[in-house]
Protein backbone atom coordinates (compact mmCIF):
# COMPACT_ATOMS: atom_id res chain seq x y z
CA UNK A 1 0.00 0.00 0.00
CA UNK A 2 1.66 2.59 -1.24
CA UNK A 3 0.29 6.53 -0.86
CA UNK A 4 1.54 9.76 -1.67
CA UNK A 5 1.14 12.30 0.97
CA UNK A 6 2.21 13.64 4.19
CA UNK A 7 0.44 13.19 8.11
CA UNK A 8 2.19 13.82 11.34
CA UNK A 9 -0.63 11.94 13.08
CA UNK A 10 -1.14 8.22 12.35
CA UNK A 11 -2.92 6.86 9.22
CA UNK A 12 -1.99 3.39 9.98
CA UNK A 13 -4.64 0.82 9.62
CA UNK A 14 -5.07 -1.34 12.49
CA UNK A 15 -4.97 -4.44 10.90
CA UNK A 16 -2.39 -3.39 8.32
CA UNK A 17 0.14 -2.41 10.82
CA UNK A 18 2.25 0.29 8.51
CA UNK A 19 1.91 2.77 6.13
CA UNK A 20 4.77 2.85 3.08
CA UNK A 21 4.36 6.25 1.35
CA UNK A 22 7.05 6.86 -1.84
CA UNK A 23 7.56 10.57 -2.21
CA UNK A 24 7.87 12.91 -4.89
CA UNK A 25 8.79 16.21 -3.39
CA UNK A 26 9.09 19.19 -5.82
CA UNK A 27 12.02 21.51 -4.64
CA UNK A 28 11.56 24.45 -2.38
CA UNK A 29 8.56 22.62 -0.60
CA UNK A 30 8.99 22.60 3.38
CA UNK A 31 7.20 20.59 5.77
CA UNK A 32 7.46 22.70 9.10
CA UNK A 33 8.62 20.70 12.13
CA UNK A 34 6.35 18.39 13.48
CA UNK A 35 6.35 15.15 15.21
CA UNK A 36 4.75 11.71 14.76
CA UNK A 37 2.58 9.36 17.46
CA UNK A 38 4.32 6.87 15.46
CA UNK A 39 7.71 5.53 14.34
CA UNK A 40 8.91 7.04 11.24
CA UNK A 41 11.73 5.94 9.01
CA UNK A 42 12.82 7.74 5.96
CA UNK A 43 15.46 6.90 3.23
CA UNK A 44 16.35 9.47 0.81
CA UNK A 45 16.61 8.23 -2.72
CA UNK A 46 17.42 11.00 -4.90
CA UNK A 47 17.87 14.78 -4.85
CA UNK A 48 18.52 16.65 -1.48
CA UNK A 49 17.17 18.69 1.61
CA UNK A 50 17.41 20.77 4.31
CA UNK A 51 16.77 18.36 7.34
CA UNK A 52 16.17 19.77 11.17
CA UNK A 53 16.62 16.75 13.07
CA UNK A 54 15.78 17.17 16.98
CA UNK A 55 16.87 21.07 16.55
CA UNK A 56 19.79 20.70 14.74
CA UNK A 57 20.08 20.93 10.88
CA UNK A 58 21.55 19.03 8.41
CA UNK A 59 21.60 18.51 4.76
CA UNK A 60 20.12 15.02 3.68
CA UNK A 61 20.61 12.93 0.25
CA UNK A 62 20.94 9.73 -1.25
CA UNK A 63 21.38 7.27 1.05
CA UNK A 64 20.46 9.65 3.94
CA UNK A 65 17.97 7.80 6.16
CA UNK A 66 16.66 8.69 9.83
CA UNK A 67 14.06 6.76 11.85
CA UNK A 68 12.09 8.92 14.52
CA UNK A 69 10.42 7.40 17.78
CA UNK A 70 7.45 8.77 19.67
CA UNK A 71 9.40 11.91 20.96
CA UNK A 72 11.58 13.00 18.41
CA UNK A 73 10.53 16.41 15.98
CA UNK A 74 11.96 17.42 12.50
CA UNK A 75 11.09 19.12 9.46
CA UNK A 76 12.32 18.81 5.97
CA UNK A 77 12.76 21.75 2.93
CA UNK A 78 13.70 20.37 -0.06
CA UNK A 79 16.60 22.18 -1.76
CA UNK A 80 15.81 19.80 -5.27
CA UNK A 81 13.28 17.78 -6.61
CA UNK A 82 13.61 15.01 -3.67
CA UNK A 83 12.38 11.19 -3.50
CA UNK A 84 12.02 9.21 -1.16
CA UNK A 85 10.12 6.08 0.76
CA UNK A 86 8.77 7.13 4.29
CA UNK A 87 7.18 4.25 6.89
CA UNK A 88 4.86 4.93 9.45
CA UNK A 89 4.55 2.17 11.92
CA UNK A 90 3.58 0.84 15.61
CA UNK A 91 6.31 -0.45 17.89
CA UNK A 92 4.09 -3.45 18.18
CA UNK A 93 5.18 -4.47 14.55
CA UNK A 94 8.82 -5.09 15.80
CA UNK A 95 10.44 -8.03 17.34
CA UNK A 96 10.49 -7.27 21.46
CA UNK A 97 14.12 -7.05 22.24
CA UNK A 98 14.10 -3.75 19.33
CA UNK A 99 12.00 -1.80 21.12
CA UNK A 100 14.15 -0.97 24.18
CA UNK A 101 16.56 0.89 21.54
CA UNK A 102 13.75 3.18 20.02
CA UNK A 103 13.58 5.38 23.14
CA UNK A 104 16.75 5.96 24.10
CA UNK A 105 18.90 6.47 20.84
CA UNK A 106 18.54 8.70 17.96
CA UNK A 107 18.89 7.93 14.34
CA UNK A 108 20.87 9.72 11.39
CA UNK A 109 22.90 7.89 9.02
CA UNK A 110 23.85 7.19 5.29
CA UNK A 111 23.96 4.36 3.66
CA UNK A 112 26.14 3.15 0.62
CA UNK A 113 24.07 2.59 -2.56
CA UNK A 114 23.92 -1.01 -2.49
CA UNK A 115 22.44 -0.64 1.30
CA UNK A 116 20.28 1.37 -0.12
CA UNK A 117 19.27 -0.55 -2.62
CA UNK A 118 18.76 -3.72 -0.06
CA UNK A 119 16.61 -1.06 2.07
CA UNK A 120 14.45 0.22 -0.77
CA UNK A 121 13.56 -4.04 -2.17
CA UNK A 122 12.37 -4.57 1.60
CA UNK A 123 10.30 -1.65 1.41
CA UNK A 124 8.89 -2.73 -1.72
CA UNK A 125 8.25 -6.16 -0.29
CA UNK A 126 6.40 -4.87 2.34
CA UNK A 127 3.78 -3.66 -0.11
CA UNK A 128 3.85 -6.45 -2.07
CA UNK A 129 3.18 -8.48 0.91
CA UNK A 130 0.45 -5.90 2.35
CA UNK A 131 -1.14 -6.30 -1.11
CA UNK A 132 -1.50 -9.84 -1.60
CA UNK A 133 -2.23 -10.55 2.08
CA UNK A 134 -1.07 -14.05 2.02
CA UNK A 135 -1.27 -16.73 5.22
CA UNK A 136 1.29 -15.32 7.13
CA UNK A 137 2.04 -12.34 5.71
CA UNK A 138 2.01 -10.40 9.34
CA UNK A 139 5.24 -12.63 10.54
CA UNK A 140 7.14 -11.84 7.16
CA UNK A 141 6.33 -7.92 7.84
CA UNK A 142 7.70 -8.07 11.32
CA UNK A 143 10.24 -9.65 9.97
CA UNK A 144 11.23 -7.02 7.14
CA UNK A 145 10.69 -4.16 9.83
CA UNK A 146 12.93 -5.42 12.36
CA UNK A 147 15.46 -6.04 9.23
CA UNK A 148 15.35 -2.19 8.79
CA UNK A 149 15.21 -1.37 12.31
CA UNK A 150 18.44 -3.63 13.06
CA UNK A 151 20.47 -2.57 10.23
CA UNK A 152 19.67 1.54 11.18
CA UNK A 153 20.97 0.34 14.90
CA UNK A 154 23.92 -1.31 13.17
CA UNK A 155 24.98 1.92 11.04
CA UNK A 156 24.22 4.15 13.76
CA UNK A 157 26.34 2.65 15.88
CA UNK A 158 23.49 3.09 18.61
CA UNK A 159 24.36 1.23 22.28
CA UNK A 160 23.29 -2.04 22.39
CA UNK A 161 25.97 -3.29 24.67
CA UNK A 162 23.66 -2.98 27.65
CA UNK A 163 19.90 -3.11 28.48
CA UNK A 164 18.19 0.37 30.12
CA UNK A 165 18.47 0.22 33.42
CA UNK A 166 15.11 0.06 35.24
CA UNK A 167 15.32 3.37 37.23
CA UNK A 168 15.49 4.77 33.63
CA UNK A 169 12.43 3.04 32.26
CA UNK A 170 10.58 4.01 35.32
CA UNK A 171 11.18 7.56 35.28
CA UNK A 172 10.02 7.68 31.41
CA UNK A 173 6.87 6.28 32.21
CA UNK A 174 6.61 8.68 35.37
CA UNK A 175 7.93 11.78 33.37
CA UNK A 176 5.17 10.71 30.84
CA UNK A 177 2.05 10.46 33.27
CA UNK A 178 2.97 13.32 34.84
CA UNK A 179 4.00 16.24 32.44
CA UNK A 180 1.08 17.93 32.68
CA UNK A 181 1.57 19.43 36.17
CA UNK A 182 4.59 21.13 38.15
CA UNK A 183 6.72 18.41 38.08
CA UNK A 184 10.87 18.21 39.07
CA UNK A 185 13.86 16.19 38.99
CA UNK A 186 13.84 15.95 43.14
CA UNK A 187 10.08 14.38 43.23
CA UNK A 188 10.84 12.12 40.11
CA UNK A 189 14.03 10.81 42.37
CA UNK A 190 11.97 10.76 45.44
CA UNK A 191 9.65 8.44 43.98
CA UNK A 192 12.25 6.28 42.51
CA UNK A 193 14.23 6.33 45.86
CA UNK A 194 17.17 7.94 44.62
CA UNK A 195 19.45 10.70 45.31
CA UNK A 196 18.50 13.85 42.12
CA UNK A 197 22.29 14.10 41.26
CA UNK A 198 22.73 9.97 40.99
CA UNK A 199 19.13 9.85 39.10
CA UNK A 200 20.00 13.04 36.93
CA UNK A 201 23.15 11.84 35.54
CA UNK A 202 21.65 8.03 35.22
CA UNK A 203 18.67 9.48 32.85
CA UNK A 204 21.18 11.72 30.46
CA UNK A 205 23.72 9.38 30.16
CA UNK A 206 21.03 6.33 28.78
CA UNK A 207 18.49 8.97 27.06
CA UNK A 208 20.93 11.56 25.53
CA UNK A 209 18.79 14.21 27.42
CA UNK A 210 18.80 16.30 30.68
CA UNK A 211 15.84 15.48 32.79
CA UNK A 212 14.25 19.35 31.67
CA UNK A 213 15.26 18.90 28.34
CA UNK A 214 12.91 15.09 28.16
CA UNK A 215 9.92 16.99 29.87
CA UNK A 216 9.75 20.04 28.23
CA UNK A 217 10.19 18.34 24.44
CA UNK A 218 7.27 15.80 26.01
CA UNK A 219 5.33 19.02 26.62
CA UNK A 220 5.88 21.02 23.43
CA UNK A 221 4.78 17.68 21.22
CA UNK A 222 1.53 17.95 23.80
CA UNK A 223 1.07 21.72 22.74
CA UNK A 224 1.65 21.03 19.17
CA UNK A 225 -0.86 18.56 19.26
CA UNK A 226 -3.28 20.61 21.23
CA UNK A 227 -2.63 23.52 18.64
CA UNK A 228 -3.67 21.19 15.79
CA UNK A 229 -6.69 19.32 17.18
CA UNK A 230 -8.52 21.96 19.18
CA UNK A 231 -9.60 25.61 19.85
CA UNK A 232 -7.82 26.38 23.11
CA UNK A 233 -6.13 29.29 23.42
CA UNK A 234 -2.37 29.96 23.78
CA UNK A 235 -2.69 30.49 27.36
CA UNK A 236 -4.91 27.57 27.68
CA UNK A 237 -2.51 25.02 25.73
CA UNK A 238 0.79 26.28 27.91
CA UNK A 239 -1.18 25.93 31.15
CA UNK A 240 -2.47 22.65 29.85
CA UNK A 241 0.81 21.43 28.79
CA UNK A 242 2.60 21.79 31.91
CA UNK A 243 4.36 25.34 31.26
CA UNK A 244 4.27 27.55 34.45
CA UNK A 245 3.83 30.78 32.17
CA UNK A 246 2.61 32.07 28.91
CA UNK A 247 6.48 33.95 28.62
CA UNK A 248 8.09 30.64 29.29
CA UNK A 249 5.95 28.77 26.41
CA UNK A 250 6.46 31.35 23.82
CA UNK A 251 9.97 31.23 24.52
CA UNK A 252 10.47 27.57 24.33
CA UNK A 253 8.05 27.02 21.45
CA UNK A 254 9.82 29.62 19.38
CA UNK A 255 13.30 28.60 20.11
CA UNK A 256 12.45 24.56 18.90
CA UNK A 257 9.69 24.96 16.28
CA UNK A 258 11.05 28.41 15.09
CA UNK A 259 7.54 29.90 14.73
CA UNK A 260 5.23 31.42 17.37
CA UNK A 261 2.15 29.48 18.79
CA UNK A 262 -0.56 30.98 16.11
CA UNK A 263 1.84 30.30 13.31
CA UNK A 264 2.29 27.12 14.44
CA UNK A 265 -1.85 26.68 13.82
CA UNK A 266 -2.42 27.72 10.86
CA UNK A 267 -0.19 25.45 9.33
CA UNK A 268 -1.45 22.74 10.49
Known amino acids: MIKDLMVYQSDIEEELGFVLLERHIPAGTDFPLH ?3 YIEFEIVVSGSARHVYNGNAYTISEG ?3 MMSYYDFHGVTAL ?21 FLDFNRFRCRFDPPETDHIVKKLLQLSTESQKAQPFYKILVQNILSEIVVLMIRKC ?3 TDHATPQPVLQAVAYINDNFQRDLTLTELADHLSFSPNYLGQL ?6 RTFNEYLNTLRLKYACRLLSLTD ?3 KEVA ?5 SSVEYFLSVF ?14 S
Open 203 to 208: FKNQTG
Open 157 to 159: KAD
Open 232 to 234: LTV
Open 64 to 66: SAY
Open 35 to 37: WHD
Open 80 to 100: TDLELYSIHFNRNMLHPDLIP
Open 254 to 267: KKKMMMTPNAYRKL
Open 239 to 243: FTSGY
